[in-house]
């Protein structure tokens, strides 16, 4: 009896578990809003546009390549080639092989309809050119715009590797119309690299809607309820 007391008192908790999973929130599922953050098309050695080389291209002002609408001075850059902007090894952390650049005080920009209502998540690499004279560098400030709020001022200096950047931009309405911009500050010629950009909406599934893994659970906790409570019958017959 002991050992069926011991687990029955190990099962409940199981069920409850179970039961509260099924009833509460379940987790949100984030969904991905941009084409392209990590930059790795178009390739810059075929991209037509203001070709510098294989290394870096101008798309030219009102461009839009793979979902980034282009300035005139913000384009596309091959980290894994040598090019004038490093002058030397390029900044480290960056995925894949190519990045963005904003130069000045131009910007990228991309367009978009949210998927789902909930949160608005952005993340970011965020790096910088090296400085090579007194007036080319990576001492840039720059902003990051959805529509028109303005959600921070961000600064590089020279030569920083890539680093992680996170904002949480607020609510997003599931068919709404959203334009994401970064928005260099400085006239002058210094330049921010940006990668792996993502924003993504933490969409709840519908309510009363358990996951599977929920219910595997609640199931195992019911088939280990009534193994117990058929044990504990067949026990008490052999008592009397």
């Known amino acids: ?17 179970a ?30 546009g203001t070709v510098n080389g294989t290394g ?6 009102g ?22 902007w490093f002058g030397g090894l390029p900044p480290a952390g960056f995925g894949g092989a190519q990045y963005a650049f904003v130069q000045s005080n131009l910007n990228i920009s991309q367009g978009f309809t949210s998927t789902a209502s909930g949160i608005f998540t952005l993340s970011w690499l965020e790096s910088a050119r090296p400085r ?17 709020t303005d959600f921070g001022l961000f600064t590089t200096t020279s030569g920083q590797a890539f680093q992680q950047r996170t904002l949480n931009l607020g609510q997003a309405m599931a ?23 993502s924003l993504s909406v933490a969409a709840a599934p519908p309510p009363g809607i358990p996951e599977p893994g929920n ?11 009534g193994a117990v409570a058929r ?4 026990a008490l017959i052999v008592a009397a």
């Open 175 to 197: 068919g709404g119309f959203y334009t994401l911009m970064f928005e260099g500050l400085f006239a002058r010629d210094d330049t921010v690299f940006l990668d792996n950009v």
């Open 215 to 225: 219910w595997a659970l609640l199931l195992a906790g019911f088939g280990l309820t």
């Open 132 to 148: 090579l004279n007194p007036t080319t560098g990576g001492d840039q400030s720059y902003r990051v715009w959805l529509g028109s």
């Open 56 to 61: 870096f291209v101008y798309p030219g002002d």
């Open 231 to 234: 044990r504990r019958r067949s």
């Open 1 to 17: 009896m002991q050992f069926l007391n011991a687990n029955i008192r190990t099962v409940r908790p199981m069920v409850a578990a």
């Open 19 to 48: 039961l509260l999973a099924l009833t509460g929130s379940a987790p949100a599922l984030a969904q991905e809003q941009l084409t392209g953050g990590d930059f790795e098309a178009p390739v810059t050695g075929t991209f037509s």
């Open 63 to 84: 461009v839009i390549k793979n979902g980034w609408r282009h300035s005139s001075n913000s384009g596309l850059i091959n980290g894994s080639t040598g090019t004038p």
